[in-house]
């Protein structure tokens, strides 16, 4: 009896990872980048302006800002940081940084309101400056105060909108990578987030399933307009998918990664990736016990019956129970190794993607069980309360 539940849930486990390396849009490839933009392959350029949304932020806010102010852009580009009730220096040390450029404004930010995330209420802030001060600017830049963008992201940015007329153009930027925790678990951050939303169906018109990567979304301003504004998902906590989900509706979008922006912020400890990801793993499965009782299930099988059925079938000798496990496993690692080399990390890390996904999934339930029992994760100082509305279906 075991042994038949075993290798009926290593065939689940197979049959799982051939749909996915066949006919999941190709995510595991990683292999959406945005070309270089030819000279002159805009002009005339248009103007662009960033918000910047910043609470306490002085770790990383002096060189986001420098990066920002470096931008090689041939258009006008001014850059909106939005500081967020901040008690550290964050201002203090963006206005250092700027030497008295006049392209960086600072905007004061008020107190968040009831029925806003802070990011999306600091960003709503901004933009309401724009509409004020800089009415011109064909496109705003989101991003975060933890990104140090290379010197051509604006104009790579502009030049794909303005060739392929989108109305999104986001780059995942490349996360810090450093630490052993970083090592291990970040590379299959990216992984899971391509799974979930394959790049090639993103950028996809035909197709509604619609994501962004909020550290660089460059948006079309009056598209959201027509849109309905940021005041349309104002309380949402998933941001930069939100987005993307307003706006494909109004016209293409397209998201891929990036290799020289860098995200500055450091995850040193399992405890700040735990805290990051359990500030949207129940928000990403619209605080459905259902739904985390499948995923739950779906990772154990794709992820776990492989190495738990080579382990089984080479105890008990059960040779067709190793000989599944075994393949499933091959197919994942072999799927991992794209990720992996992006990230320049070896390719026989590729072996501990179920461990990876083993802690990703307690994370899920850590984030289940606060939401759940009215302990919301705490986020740049503030308590997240969970939406009165359900996220949009993905």
């Known amino acids: ?19 996915l390396i066949v006919f999941r849009g190709a ?4 292999d959406q980048f945005l070309p270089a933009a030819a000279a002159g392959s805009a002009h005339p350029w248009p103007d662009v302006t960033a918000v910047i949304p910043a609470r306490n932020e002085a770790d990383n806010i002096a060189e986001a800002v420098a990066a920002h102010l470096a931008q090689d852009y041939a258009g006008g580009y001014r850059i909106y940081l939005v500081n967020d009730q901040s008690s550290d220096a964050t201002q203090a040390l963006a206005v250092a940084a700027a030497a008295g450029d006049p392209a960086l404004q600072i905007i004061e930010g008020s107190p968040l309101p009831e029925n806003w995330t802070g990011k999306l209420w600091a960003v709503n802030q901004g933009l309401e400056a724009i509409e004020d ?16 963008h290379s010197a051509n992201t604006v104009t790579d940015l502009v030049a794909k909108a303005e060739a392929e007329n989108l109305v999104l153009v986001s780059q995942m930027v490349m996360l810090r990578c450093q630490s052993i925790w970083e090592q291990l678990l970040i590379p299959a951050f990216v992984f899971y987030f391509q799974m979930l ?35 349309e998902i104002g309380n949402r906590i998933i941001d930069d998918c939100a987005v ?9 979008v397209w998201l891929g990664l990036a290799r020289e922006s860098l995200s500055l912020r450091a ?14 793993a129940f928000v990403q499965l619209s605080h459905s016990v259902p739904a985390l009782i499948g995923t739950i ?4 099988i794709i992820y776990l019956a492989p190495p738990a059925s080579v382990l089984a079938g080479a105890v008990f000798g059960a040779p067709a129970l190793l000989g599944l496990g075994a393949a499933s496993w091959v197919l994942m690692a072999a799927s991992y190794l794209p990720a992996l080399a992006l990230y320049r990390q070896p390719a026989w890390a590729s072996v501990f993607m179920p461990v ?20 919301p994760p705490v986020w740049r100082n503030r308590q997240i309360a969970a939406p009165p509305a359900r996220e949009p279906d993905r």
Not at 140 to 148: G, S
Not at 201 to 230: E, F, S, T
Not at 297 to 300: L, N, S, T
Request: glycine share 6%.
């Open 1 to 19: 009896m075991i042994e038949t539940l075993g290798l009926a849930a290593a065939s689940l486990a197979l049959a799982a990872w051939v749909y």
């Open 27 to 30: 995510f595991w490839r990683s």
């Open 133 to 148: 001060q800089y009415r011109q600017a064909k496109y705003v830049l989101f991003t975060d105060a933890d990104i140090r």
């Open 197 to 231: 939303y394959p790049f090639r169906w993103v950028n996809d018109p035909r197709r509604k399933i619609a994501a962004g990567a909020g550290g660089c979304m460059l948006v079309r301003r009056d598209i959201l307009d027509k849109a309905g504004g940021i005041e």
């Open 244 to 252: 993307a989900q307003l706006l494909k509706p109004h016209g293409p």
């Open 267 to 280: 995850y040193d400890r399992l405890s700040d990736i735990w805290s990051m990801v359990t500030r949207t």
């Open 297 to 300: 299930a779906a990772m154990i």
């Open 356 to 375: 990876a996904a083993l802690l990703y999934t307690l994370m899920t339930i850590d984030s289940a069980r606060k939401y759940l029992t009215g302990k």
